[in-house]
């Protein structure tokens, strides 16, 4: 089975994708970043996005596409909302592509993924890497949150 995680971003949007038959049969395939310009507006950012997203779908085929579910914090309202607009875009790139969608809290991810529902960065960093037998660690955050999303599938519904 192949998941495709994704940590979305109006400036960079995180993609991994895995193969996996069960927690202890789990192979990376590919990761990357999408990147958009900030002085572009918003439309072509969010199109830039999903013609992106929808190239890395239509090359891997992965059955599941898991998001990280919206968190708000009440300090920093507009990052949550310049999120939603590029989870908006992913979620739109998921249907029209026809492939299952699934979101997890953050702290669920984490917990599945370390142990650790309030793992760090670093630290979900560390465990893909030894999770999926990489050699270097995966870079930036952003692919590493996005292999964490894959990864929490299999511990949370491929058991």
């Given amino acids: 089975m192949k998941i495709l995680g994704i940590d979305p971003g109006l400036l960079r949007t995180g993609y991994g994708v895995i193969e996996a038959d069960d927690p202890g049969n789990m192979s990376f395939i590919e990761g990357g970043v999408i990147r958009t310009a900030s002085e572009d507006g918003i439309a072509k950012r969010v199109s830039d996005i999903y013609t992106n997203l929808s190239d890395v779908i239509k090359e891997h085929k992965p059955e599941v596409l898991v998001l990280e579910k919206l968190y708000s914090h009440y300090k920093h309202p507009a990052t949550s909302i310049l999120m939603g607009h590029a989870r908006g875009v992913v ?49 930036p955050f952003d692919v590493s949150d996005a292999l964490a999303m894959a990864i929490s599938y299999v511990y949370i519904e491929v058991r």
Wanted: charged letters at 20%; one cysteine or more; aromatic letters at 2%.
């Fill in 91 to 139: 979620c739109l790139a998921s249907g029209i592509n026809g492939v299952k969608l699934v979101n997890y809290p953050s702290t669920r991810i984490k917990k599945s993924v370390t142990g650790n529902g309030r793992a760090g960065k670093h630290q979900i960093q560390r465990m893909v890497k030894t999770l999926l037998n990489l050699n270097t660690l995966p870079e």
